[in-house]
Structures are given as structure tokens and as C-alpha cells.
């Protein structure tokens, strides 16, 4: 069963900093490009960000880019994202998905608010 939790999600005053991660287990993880989604309530999906099944290659959002920062271990199964200098427009829950957005997670909530 494929399955993922996301976990590091939180309240964080604007220009703080939260590094997500996203367990991912019931496939084989190394063999898939994996992505970070998030959705604010009231709103649609937006897409985050994308890393490559070896992690060398990754791709950003232009409302993230130079802020948040992808990356994976394949050895620990496990996707994280680096957000930096939060704003608060970032609040929204935060999940990971495979690329071909057939499997995700349930999320973990991402609050910027002073």
C-alpha cells in the first residue's frame, strides 16, 4: 500500500523557517520523481515543487523560488522541503504526491501569521 506521512508543519512568524518531511513507504521510492502540493482552504491544488527520482534535478514554483529548497534521501524513503523567509501567503496544508499525482499524502499544515 502506498502510503505517505508528512510530518514538521507548524505556525511560524513571517521571514521564520520550517523544514518539512514526507515518509513515504509501499513503493519502491528511488524509482519516482516525487513533488510538494499545497492547498490553502476555499482554494485549488498548487503545485510547489518537483525533484527527479535521483534527486539531481529540481524545479520551483515561481512563488517559492529562491526561498524553499527540495531534496530526498532514497535510503531513508523520505522527501523534505526547506522553507525559508515564510510569508503569509505560504499558509496553506503542505503534502507530497508522486509526479504522476496518484498517490498523497494527507498533508501537514503550514500557518504563517504574526
Known amino acids: 500500500e502506498v502510503q505517505f506521512v508528512e510530518s514538521g508543519g507548524g505556525m511560524v512568524q513571517p521571514g521564520g523557517s520550517l523544514r518539512l518531511s514526507c515518509a513515504a513507504s509501499g513503493f519502491t521510492f528511488s524509482s519516482y520523481d516525487m513533488m510538494w502540493v499545497r492547498q490553502a482552504p476555499g482554494k485549488g491544488p498548487e503545485w510547489v515543487s518537483i525533484?527527479?527520482?535521483?534527486?539531481?534535478?529540481?524545479y520551483y514554483a515561481d512563488s517559492v523560488k529562491g526561498r524553499f529548497t527540495i531534496s530526498r534521501d532514497n535510503v531513508k524513503n523520505t522527501l523534505y522541503l526547506q522553507m525559508n523567509s515564510l510569508k503569509p501567503e505560504d499558509t496553506a496544508l503542505y503534502y507530497c504526491?508522486?509526479?504522476?499525482?496518484?498517490?498523497w499524502g494527507q498533508g501537514t499544515q503550514v500557518t504563517v501569521s504574526s
Open positions: 525533484i527527479n527520482n535521483g534527486g539531481g534535478s529540481t
Open positions: 504526491a508522486r509526479a504522476q499525482y496518484d498517490y
